[in-house]
């Protein structure tokens, strides 16, 4: 039967609430039945094949939006089944209503809402089944009597529809035809007037009825998305919008193709909304005109569109039920309207903010199973990505966006000119390997924000934490870092040597594991033998060494060897090691004793 809350049709599929609907449904309790038998009745007695049942998609709100198809199955069908709240009006019903024949005979299908109590012993879970399985029933009898049933359903019948639960109990037994129909979320988009997803867009339906963090991580992970089943859900649905960094993009879209259609920003939208209303989180990759002050995706908040005036081209024809259209000179506002897909720092500059922001971004080790959902919804709405080109080019390219690529070793340049960016009003994500905060960006970008004094006081500056080299590569292996460790890099460009040696020292005199970041390069081929003497003066030849290569990408490599044995000129800038501690152990072998394994004890002896 699935999620209660499953069962009022495509959610936020209908044009409005349940309250809004033509009354002419039948009335009562449980599943009831009125108007002519319709063509399907018996001749002279003899016997007749099964009914077909028929599934259909009624769309979001609009009548015009029903397809040619589910129009033909409505008007051809001898019964028509619509479900209703307890009140008894139908938005399906209202939707498909220039369609019926005045001797169809209509069925309501009458069910309890998630908003309504139950004295059903099982609980409204239980008091659900029971319906569906009653209303299957009723509608069986017709089948059997050989009439076609068509149940309508708002939204597309098998996206969050309540038709899904008859299909399960009927199909089996009936011939049945499913209609497909306009969902919810495209009504949406196009009444917005905001492209939804494009090119490689990873798209996702969330329902509000998820636990808080849950719908953030859902909302981070999309590149797009839509949040249904609202009403009651909709501050925590608001809050994680914020939580997932998308709520500046996102949209609230009530009763979509209707006459009463609503659509503003989301922060815009305060107090209770319908449970049939949406959340849109368009695509980042909207094409941004040259004009000034065009930020594409915000909407002018209190902005309505439908019967309330939004109006298309130079003929000003009125948007009603029928959507906002534009024609040759572009969609315009009326009085309550809105400018259909434009931005509402194109109707006023003054709301663009003084400055931008600075985010900057760990992209982990290699690939993008390691990128942390918050990381990509950093890269997906920035303006502009800056970082070492190595880097820069591990971020898939965006319509709109500007890469900024340089070399690696102009780190304060680099920083310098994100936060130039940032502070004439651009989005800006600096992009770092692993960590941004471990031998990379993040410091730099701190260095020159500091540096620049009032210049730079307003940007907002942000450190998204990515997985690390050395968390991988441990993972790898096992457990090494499992006991207190240090991090150290043998790099001599931004520290003389001497102060290298004096930690090497410190480390093998406090017998820590160690992870080791910049190991050997061309211009230092023998320092990583310096470091290793330094080492075993303090560890004993065997402790265990990880040596692990690009990581994550698909020429890795890994090695457990000894600080003795390992093979330093098979070192290099890829490469990180981990020394282990004189307590770091090793078992398995790889070779039927089950695969090799580092790890160093959680506890040490006095």
């Known amino acids: 039967m699935g999620d209660a809350s499953e069962t009022r049709g495509d959610v936020g599929g209908a044009a409005g609430s349940g309250g809004a609907a033509d009354g002419g449904g039948a009335a009562g309790g449980g599943a009831a039945s009125s108007g002519a038998k319709g063509g399907g009745a018996t001749d002279g007695g003899a016997a007749k094949a099964r009914g077909r049942l028929f599934g259909v998609g009624v769309g979001p709100g609009d009548p015009e939006l029903l397809t040619l198809k589910a129009t033909r199955a409505i008007h051809d069908a001898d019964v028509i089944a ?47 089944r029971e319906f569906y399985d009653e209303a299957a029933a009723e509608l069986a009898v017709h089948l059997d009597a050989g009439r076609d049933v068509a149940i309508l359903c708002e ?9 899904m639960y008859f299909h399960e109990r009927l199909a089996p037994r009936y011939e049945t035809t499913v209609i497909p129909a306009v969902t919810a979320f495209s009504a949406a988009a196009a009444a917005a007037g905001t492209p939804l997803v494009k090119r490689d867009d990873v798209f996702m339906a969330v329902p509000g009825t998820l636990p808080p963090e849950q719908l953030a991580d859902r909302l981070q992970s999309a590149d797009a998305a839509v949040v249904m089943k609202l009403g009651r859900t909709f501050p925590k649905v608001r809050d994680a919008a914020d939580e997932a960094g ?17 659509i503003e920003a989301l922060h815009a939208v305060d107090g209770r909304v319908p449970y049939m209303s949406l959340v849109l989180v368009p695509t980042a990759q909207v094409h941004r005109p040259d004009e000034p002050g065009v930020a594409a995706g915000r909407l002018v908040a209190g902005a309505t569109a439908g019967a309330s005036g939004a109006t298309a081209g130079a003929s000003g024809a009125t948007a009603g039920a029928r959507g906002a259209t534009a024609g040759a000179s572009g969609a315009t506002a009326g009085a309550s309207g809105v400018t259909a897909g434009v931005p509402a720092a194109a109707a006023d500059p003054s709301d663009a903010p003084a400055a931008g922001s600075v985010a900057v971004v760990g992209l982990g080790p290699a690939g993008p199973r390691w990128l942390t959902p918050e990381a990509r919804a950093e890269l997906a709405a920035a303006e502009h990505l800056v970082g070492y080109k190595t880097y820069v080019d591990r971020v898939p390219a965006r319509v709109g966006q500007q890469r900024h690529a340089s070399d690696n070793r102009v780190e304060a340049d680099r920083a310098r000119h994100a936060l130039e960016l940032a502070a004439a009003g651009g989005r800006v994500a600096v992009v770092s390997s692993g960590d941004p905060g471990i031998f990379a960006m ?4 701190m260095e020159q924000l ?48 001497s102060v290298i040696e004096r930690r090497l020292e410190a480390v093998g005199v406090a017998d820590l594991a160690l992870a080791v970041y910049n190991p050997r390069s061309k211009t230092r081929p023998t320092q990583l033998e310096e470091a290793r003497a330094i080492l075993l003066r303090h560890r004993a030849p065997e402790t265990p060494v990880v040596v692990a290569r690009a990581v994550g990408a698909p020429t890795e490599t890994m090695t457990i060897a000894t600080l003795g044995d390992f093979d330093a000129a098979a070192v290099d ?18 070779n039927g004793a089950g695969p090799a394994r580092v790890y160093t004890p959680r506890t040490y002896p006095e």
């Open 82 to 128: 619509y479900p209703s709240a307890r009140h008894g009006r139908s938005v399906a019903r209202r939707i498909a209503a220039p369609y019926l024949r005045p001797d169809h005979d209509e069925v309501l299908l009458r069910f309890p809402v998630t908003t309504e109590l139950t004295s059903h012993p099982g609980g409204y879970e239980a008091a659900l």
């Open 450 to 497: 500091e540096a620049g004094g009032d210049a730079f006081a307003h940007v907002d500056v942000r450190i998204v934490p990515g997985l690390s080299a050395m968390q991988a590569a441990a993972a790898r292996a096992g457990a090494p870092l499992g006991h207190d460790f240090c991090v150290l890099s043998l790099s001599d460009v931004l520290k003389p040597w």
């Open 442 to 445: 993040a410091a730099a970008v």
């Open 573 to 590: 800038m890829r490469t990180l090691l981990i020394v282990g501690s004189s307590r770091t152990r090793v078992f398995g072998d790889g």
């Open 155 to 163: 939204g597309d019948p098998f996206f969050y529809g309540s038709y």
């Open 246 to 262: 998308v709520a500046d993009r996102a949209i609230y879209v009530e009763r979509a193709s209707a006459p009463e259609q609503r």
